[in-house]
């Protein structure tokens, strides 16, 4: 997919398919905030209330109120591209928030994912 449509789509809708997806592999909604919480600094309730704007998923991203340093040791594979390879900062702290959502819904503690 190009860049720009997934830095252009909704946050309000992507935000919910992460969610199902961790919701369907028996984990919740608050882990899944924990981990966007800990990645880009914006609190449970402020993401909250982003899922009832208009706000893009770029935008969510490039406004990240503080951004977690210790994304750049986010590593793996994602829709078969290397997350570590991708040299576009919002592009990759999107993948690295996919990398995350994945680990979850595979069954890892949520205390590993955070400690990297």
């Known amino acids: 997919m190009d860049k720009e449509k997934v830095y252009a789509m909704k946050f309000a809708r992507v935000y ?7 919701l369907k592999k028996g984990r919740s909604r608050e882990e899944l905030d924990r981990l966007t919480t800990w990645l880009t600094g914006y609190s449970a309730g402020e993401i909250d209330a982003l899922l009832s704007s208009e706000l893009s998923y770029g935008d969510f991203f490039r406004n990240a109120p503080a951004l977690n340093p210790d994304y750049a040791a986010i590593k793996g594979s994602v829709c078969g591209v290397r997350v570590e390879e991708i040299e576009e900062r919002p592009l990759r702290e999107i993948r690295c928030l996919d990398k995350l959502a994945e680990e979850l819904a595979k069954g890892k503690p949520l205390e590993k994912i955070i400690k990297r």
């Open 16 to 22: 919910p398919l992460l969610v199902n997806k961790v």
